[in-house]
């Protein structure tokens, strides 16, 4: 399970507060210094730890909270639904277009896993009754292309690739090969580069504009931390994104990208990867992940 160095240490202060009857705000106040440190731990952008902390404690010790009969079960949920708000509250699905096809543009850098998340997309569209076609504009690593149509045939998902070709260029094509065999949904797997530079940029530019995409996902390393944050700015900034889908959630045991995300970037987390097989792929859901969290 992801998370769990996190999980451990709030799950141990909640197991504090839930095993005695009464509460002071002191003891509160006690609590939350725990839950600070331990969400700093887990990679927590700061401000939004201090956010955080503050909207908990300001529930917690107002209202009817101390003096219920339950205090501790009463701030532990309070807990719960402040980590779920943190999330984004529900599942956010993706923006389909009034009239297919659907263009959704996966970005991110190299190796944050756009290639897998293309494939695991696609079957998860199929899945859902959807005819998805892949576009292969990861045109700068001869062996990205393989890859793709590997991932991709095992999905049982096609693609749409002109080798090495202009990365516009495969992109209109790709948008006129589904009006043609009227594929629903087009999903453009892009360059990524080791670091964000302006060619990257431009060309995600390039592509946004010439084919009219619908919904810019960003791919992102779960495991990367604040990293990931700071990526997801970057890109927001100069390309515009709309959601974000987080890789490698399986492997990362701090949490602090997925709890940090949608406070410091406003963009929902609309899916993620959970391992490297097709089928390790989840919607997001924040309700689900602070239950997780919490246990
Ligand atoms: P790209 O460069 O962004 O296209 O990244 P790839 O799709 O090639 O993925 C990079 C590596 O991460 C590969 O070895 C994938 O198998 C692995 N990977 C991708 N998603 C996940 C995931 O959710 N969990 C784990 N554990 N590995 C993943």
Same mark, same amino acid.
Request: aromatic letters at 4%; one cysteine or more.
């Given at each position: 399970?992801?998370?769990?160095?996190?999980?451990? $240490?709030? =799950?141990?202060?909640?197991? $504090?507060?839930?095993?005695?009857?009464? !509460?002071?705000?002191?003891?509160?106040?006690?609590?939350?210094?725990?839950?600070? !440190?331990?969400?700093?731990?887990?990679?927590?952008?700061?401000?939004?730890?201090?956010?955080?902390?503050?909207?908990?404690?300001?529930?917690?010790?107002? &209202?009817?909270?101390?003096?219920?009969?339950?205090?501790?079960?009463?701030?532990?949920?309070?807990?719960?639904?402040?980590?779920?708000?943190?999330?984004?509250?529900?599942? +956010?699905?993706?923006?389909?277009?009034?009239?297919?096809?659907?263009?959704?543009?996966?970005? &991110?850098?190299?190796? +944050? &896993?756009?290639?897998?998340?293309?494939?695991?997309?696609?079957?998860?569209?199929?899945?859902?009754? $959807?005819?998805?076609?892949?576009?292969?504009?990861?045109?700068?690593?001869?062996?990205?292309?393989? =890859?793709?149509?590997?991932?991709?045939?095992?999905?049982?998902?096609?693609?749409?690739?002109?080798?090495?070709?202009?990365?516009?260029?495969?992109?209109?094509?790709?948008?006129?090969?589904?009006?043609?065999?009227?594929?629903?949904?087009?999903?453009?797997?892009?360059?990524?580069?080791?670091?964000?530079?302006?060619?990257?940029?431009?060309?995600?530019?390039?592509?946004?504009?010439?084919?009219?995409?619908?919904?810019?996902?960003?791919?992102?390393?779960?495991?990367?931390?604040?990293?990931?944050?700071?990526?997801?700015?970057?890109?927001?900034?100069?390309?515009?994104?709309?959601?974000?889908?987080?890789?490698?959630?399986?492997?990362?045991?701090?949490?602090?990208?997925?709890?940090?995300?949608?406070?410091?970037?406003?963009?929902?987390?609309?899916?993620?990867?959970?391992?490297?097989?097709?089928?390790?792929?989840?919607?997001?859901?924040?309700?689900?992940? +602070?239950?997780?969290?919490?246990?």
């Amino acid at each position: 399970m992801a998370f769990e160095g996190l999980s451990e $240490k709030l =799950q141990n202060v909640m197991k $504090k507060l839930s095993g005695r009857g009464k !509460l002071s705000e002191a003891d509160v106040k006690a609590a939350m210094r725990e839950v600070r !440190l331990a969400l700093l731990e887990a990679d927590v952008n700061y401000l939004v730890v201090k956010d955080f902390v503050k909207k908990v404690s300001e529930r917690a010790v107002g &209202g009817e909270v101390l003096s219920s009969l339950t205090p501790g079960q009463q701030v532990i949920k309070i807990v719960n639904e402040e980590l779920t708000a943190l999330m984004g509250k529900t599942q +956010a699905r993706i923006n389909y277009a009034s009239a297919p096809p659907t263009v959704i543009m996966l970005v &991110g850098l190299q190796g +944050a &896993g756009k290639t897998t998340m293309a494939a695991k997309l696609g079957l998860n569209l199929k899945k859902q009754g $959807k005819k998805p076609l892949i576009a292969a504009c990861d045109v700068y690593r001869p062996a990205a292309i393989d =890859q793709l149509k590997i991932v991709a045939e095992k999905a049982g998902v096609p693609v749409f690739e002109q080798g090495q070709g202009q990365p516009v260029k495969i992109a209109q094509g790709a948008k006129a090969e589904c009006q043609r065999l009227l594929y629903d949904t087009l999903i453009i797997d892009t360059a990524g580069r080791l670091q964000i530079d302006q060619a990257m940029m431009d060309e995600v530019k390039a592509i946004r504009q010439a084919v009219g995409v619908h919904e810019v996902m960003l791919v992102l390393d779960a495991m990367t931390g604040q990293e990931a944050v700071n990526v997801a700015s970057s890109f927001n900034e100069q390309v515009g994104v709309d959601s974000v889908i987080l890789t490698k959630l399986d492997g990362d045991t701090r949490g602090g990208a997925a709890l940090s995300l949608r406070a410091v970037t406003g963009k929902p987390i609309k899916f993620c990867g959970v391992g490297e097989k097709l089928e390790d792929f989840e919607p997001f859901y924040p309700d689900r992940m +602070a239950n997780r969290i919490l246990g």
